[in-house]
């Protein structure tokens, strides 16, 4: 046996002969490919790829894999993103084989607990929004912006009167997609001039009402964390010259169980089910974003969609249907996230998440109002926006606040964002976070002010200085993006 410490009885003294064929230095099998195919050049020329090691490569992108921040390294705190933790169980549930590997095309009694998922969904949001019917369709919030106006389009178009109603009025407090998703859908984009205060007053609407008008479009909350008080009075205003309120609801998570969209009078509203419904953000996707309807729409949402049918499910296609605006029927692991997370909280749960999101944005307003400017005195719902005005009087502006958080430790807030506050600081902490990692968060913020106050302006016109990277040109980033890696002999 071994002379080796410790390892008698481990190692033989005579080495087992394995009978297996093997050449270390043999190559794959011949290809297969029929040779008439494997004679067309697919590429004139060699890739050009580093020639390294399996292992090289697998330590390269584990390595860059930890230089990055995500919502499990801490507290996400970017405004409007709504960054927040996903339960792992839903992960699971959407992994199911059943769900996991059904083919899109497979037989309708094939997939009756697929249909049945999307209809559930498809219902609980009904009873979330108040509205009366929904496609789960579009693959994220903008898409169902370009689907909801698409829908108005083909309502108007059904009446005759699409050459008319040409206008989309947007005011500044909306998202940004909101303009880019009216435009691409046909429409003329009105952008409402600034407006008094942190919502929109009815008397600010109505110099541009009237016949030529298709809809507004209202993110409600908005995107200074404000209830937009008026929405009743503006959809009243709205509805008398047959036109439609649009809701951008990528902000549900601060209202649910506390209001309902379609009892204040919306038309149409998305929602970012990859923000509110626990399904991951950021990084591409995969989002959801299914688009809610009042009475008069329902008949040109697009086909076929999933229904009640007898004991079962089925497909339908309303009377007056639009062309489906994605292949296949939606990105179905996100109806299963969204709707065990629905199952999960149920009613009391999910409003109970609301409360949580407000109360953790009001905690922080509270506790950074003496230190940072706070723009509005509206009250603050699931986000709370803050300017650098005071910062500035020491040369520090909002990008360096933000890279000084990189160093202490944090994911910055969105910065500059909403374009009606000079030098934004948008602040999202979510309903996942507890006090104490607000508490640091805090600690950080007042920290960077007292070191702009004290002199330290230019150190934080340095940071990050603990990164991986430092700071970006971030003018030729934008300018002359480098999209591609290009071998050194190009």
Same mark, same amino acid.
């Given at each position: 046996?071994?002379?080796?410490?410790?390892?008698?009885?481990?190692?033989?003294?005579?080495?087992?002969?394995?009978?297996?064929?093997?050449?270390?230095?043999?190559? !794959?099998?011949?290809?297969?490919?029929?040779?008439?195919?494997? $004679?067309?050049?697919?590429?004139?020329?060699?890739?050009?790829?580093?020639?390294?090691?399996?292992?090289?490569?697998?330590?390269?992108?584990?390595?860059?894999?930890?230089?990055?921040?995500? +919502? $499990?390294?801490?507290?996400?705190?970017?405004?409007?993103?709504?960054?927040?933790?996903?339960?792992?169980?839903?992960?699971?549930?959407?992994?199911?084989?059943?769900?996991?590997?059904?083919?899109?095309?497979?037989?309708?009694?094939?997939?009756? &607990?697929?249909?049945?998922?999307?209809? $559930? =969904?498809?219902?609980?949001?009904?009873?979330?929004?108040?509205?009366?019917?929904?496609?789960?369709?579009?693959?994220?919030?903008?898409?169902?912006?370009?689907?909801? =106006?698409?829908?108005? #389009?083909?309502?108007?178009?059904?009446?005759?009167? !699409?050459?008319?109603?040409? %206008?989309?009025? +947007?005011?500044?407090?909306?998202?940004?997609?909101?303009?880019?998703?009216?435009?691409?859908?046909?429409?003329?984009?009105?952008? !409402?001039?600034?407006?008094?205060?942190?919502?929109?007053?009815?008397?600010?609407?109505?110099?541009?009402?009237?016949?030529?008008?298709?809809?507004?479009?209202?993110?409600?909350?908005?995107?200074?964390?404000?209830?937009?008080?008026?929405?009743?009075?503006?959809?009243?205003?709205?509805?008398?010259?047959?036109?439609?309120?649009?809701?951008?609801?990528?902000? !549900?998570?601060?209202?649910?169980? %506390?209001?309902?969209?379609?009892?204040?009078?919306?038309?149409?509203?998305?929602?970012?089910?990859?923000?509110?419904?626990?399904?991951?953000?950021?990084? &591409?996707?995969?989002?959801?974003?299914?688009?809610?309807?009042?009475?008069?729409?329902?008949?040109?949402?697009?086909?076929?969609?999933?229904?009640?049918? &007898?004991?079962?499910?089925?497909?339908?296609?309303?009377?007056?249907?639009?062309?489906?605006? %994605?292949?296949?029927?939606?990105?179905?692991?996100?109806?299963?996230?969204?709707?065990?997370?629905?199952?999960?909280?149920?009613?009391?749960?999910?409003?109970?998440?609301?409360?949580?999101?407000?109360?953790?944005?009001?905690?922080?307003?509270?506790?950074?109002?003496?230190?940072?400017?706070?723009?509005?005195?509206?009250?603050?719902?699931?986000?709370?926006?803050?300017?650098?005005?005071?910062?500035?009087?020491?040369?520090?502006?909002?990008?360096? +606040?933000?890279?000084?958080?990189?160093?202490?430790?944090?994911?910055?807030?969105?910065?500059?964002?909403?374009?009606?506050?000079?030098?934004?600081?948008?602040?999202?902490?979510?309903?996942?976070?507890?006090?104490?990692?607000?508490?640091?968060?805090?600690?950080?913020?007042?920290?960077?002010?007292?070191?702009?106050?004290?002199?330290?302006?230019?150190?934080?016109?340095?940071?990050?200085?603990? #990164?991986?990277?430092?700071?970006?040109?971030?003018?030729?980033?934008?300018? %002359?993006?480098?999209?591609?890696?290009?071998?050194?002999?190009?």
């Amino acid at each position: 046996m071994s002379d080796f410490p410790g390892t008698t009885g481990l190692i033989l003294e005579e080495p087992i002969l394995f009978d297996l064929p093997g050449d270390p230095d043999a190559g !794959l099998d011949p290809a297969d490919v029929p040779e008439d195919l494997a $004679e067309v050049p697919l590429r004139q020329a060699p890739l050009g790829l580093p020639n390294v090691a399996e292992y090289r490569v697998v330590r390269h992108y584990t390595r860059i894999s930890q230089y990055n921040y995500g +919502i $499990e390294s801490g507290l996400f705190p970017l405004g409007s993103c709504t960054m927040k933790h996903n339960p792992r169980v839903n992960e699971l549930l959407a992994a199911l084989d059943g769900f996991a590997w059904l083919h899109p095309e497979a037989p309708e009694q094939w997939s009756q &607990g697929a249909l049945q998922v999307a209809v $559930e =969904l498809n219902e609980a949001l009904q009873a979330i929004t108040g509205m009366q019917d929904f496609t789960l369709l579009p693959a994220a919030g903008a898409h169902g912006e370009f689907t909801g =106006l698409c829908l108005i #389009s083909a309502y108007y178009e059904a009446r005759g009167e !699409l050459d008319r109603r040409r %206008k989309i009025l +947007i005011p500044e407090t909306a998202h940004g997609t909101n303009p880019a998703s009216a435009a691409l859908a046909g429409f003329e984009v009105v952008n !409402l001039p600034p407006q008094r205060g942190a919502v929109l007053q009815p008397d600010e609407i109505l110099p541009y009402l009237d016949d030529s008008v298709a809809c507004l479009m209202l993110t409600n909350p908005n995107t200074l964390g404000v209830f937009e008080s008026h929405i009743e009075a503006i959809a009243e205003r709205l509805h008398e010259l047959d036109a439609f309120l649009y809701c951008d609801g990528a902000n !549900l998570n601060a209202i649910m169980g %506390k209001a309902r969209p379609g009892d204040f009078g919306v038309d149409v509203i998305h929602l970012n089910l990859h923000k509110t419904m626990s399904t991951p953000h950021g990084g &591409g996707g995969p989002g959801c974003g299914p688009v809610g309807v009042s009475e008069r729409l329902v008949d040109f949402l697009p086909g076929p969609r999933p229904v009640r049918q &007898g004991d079962g499910f089925s497909w339908a296609t309303p009377a007056q249907a639009i062309e489906p605006v %994605k292949q296949f029927y939606g990105h179905f692991g996100m109806f299963v996230r969204a709707l065990a997370y629905i199952r999960r909280l149920g009613g009391e749960g999910l409003r109970r998440a609301s409360e949580r999101a407000v109360l953790n944005a009001n905690y922080l307003r509270a506790r950074l109002a003496d230190t940072f400017e706070l723009p509005f005195d509206d009250p603050s719902l699931h986000e709370v926006v803050f300017s650098d005005k005071r910062q500035k009087m020491h040369g520090v502006s909002a990008l360096d +606040i933000a890279k000084g958080l990189i160093d202490r430790g944090f994911h910055p807030p969105t910065i500059y964002f909403p374009l009606v506050v000079s030098g934004a600081l948008m602040i999202e902490p979510t309903e996942s976070e507890d006090q104490a990692t607000l508490d640091q968060f805090v600690a950080a913020m007042i920290d960077i002010a007292e070191q702009a106050a004290s002199g330290g302006a230019d150190a934080l016109h340095d940071a990050p200085t603990r #990164s991986f990277r430092g700071r970006l040109d971030e003018a030729t980033a934008a300018r %002359k993006p480098i999209l591609r890696w290009t071998p050194a002999d190009e």
